[in-house]
């Protein structure tokens, strides 16, 4: 049973750059939320997508947009890179399918995102 | 107020011992409490997840809830070595929150000492 994948797992980008992670859910999951994580802090919430749609935003600026695709694997996008978008970057998916508002969430590994 | 509260730590216990780590939360309609463990550069983990008020056991692990205070908590029995991680309290809010939007605390760390 395959769990979240993330991709890549590490990425070193320049100030100003734009940047594209991708995200598969674990097998059965209809939906992908993102998360920002600090060094320190807990995850922070960017946004969920389900049936390809936006669903749920976080106080995340528009440089941060993603993607939900039929087969319900996601991209996060962000533009404009500044040095405080370093963090890891997690995607978590879910079975919302039918109202499922208690489905746990069940985390990839992570993308380390460092801007410099 | 932050709308999920943990304290930072580290939290540090004797191997054997019960560790309890405490949460509190603001929305009082939430419905949904997880905790996650998370070793220092990986990812959170899923292990104890509560709905209803009182003990939930699974193993070493007993989650409790109490709505009315809004406060969750963790109780690790027999600690060991390798429960030396950050432990994060996740709600889900009420269903007029929308969907599953988790908030985290900034998580507990606790050290299991030999």
């Known amino acids: 049973d395959a769990g979240v994948t993330q991709s890549p797992t590490h990425l070193i980008k320049t100030r100003g750059q734009q940047v594209t992670l991708r995200c598969s859910p674990k097998?059965?999951?209809?939906?992908v939320s993102w998360y920002q994580q600090a060094l320190g802090q807990g995850p922070q919430f960017i946004f969920q997508y389900y049936e390809e749609e936006e669903r749920q935003r976080g106080n995340f600026p528009d440089r941060f947009s993603g993607h939900q695709f039929p087969n319900y694997s996601s991209e996060l996008n962000v533009n404009a890179l500044l040095l405080g978008d370093s963090a890891l970057y997690l995607c978590?998916?879910?079975?919302?399918?039918?109202?499922?508002?208690?489905?746990?969430?069940?985390f990839g590994n992570g993308t380390r995102l460092t801007v410099t | 107020q932050k709308e999920v509260e943990q304290n930072s730590g580290p939290l540090s216990v004797p191997e054997g011992a019960i560790a309890s780590l405490n949460c509190t939360y603001s929305?009082?309609?939430?419905?949904?409490f997880f905790w996650y463990r998370q070793y220092s550069g990986k990812s959170p983990e899923l292990i104890m997840s509560i709905y209803s008020n009182g003990d939930k056991e699974d193993g070493r692990f007993t989650a409790q809830l109490n709505k009315a205070s809004q406060y969750v908590s963790l109780l690790i029995r027999d600690s060991q070595p390798s429960d030396s991680a950050t432990y994060l309290c996740?709600?889900?809010?009420?269903?007029?929150?929308?969907?599953?939007?988790?908030?985290f605390g900034t998580g507990t760390q606790l050290k299991v000492e030999l």
């Open positions: 097998s059965g999951h209809d939906t």
């Open positions: 929305d009082r309609g939430s419905q949904s």
């Open positions: 996740a709600v889900l809010p009420g269903l007029t929150g929308g969907g599953n939007k988790l908030t």
């Open positions: 978590a998916s879910s079975l919302f399918r039918g109202g499922n508002y208690n489905s746990p969430l069940h």
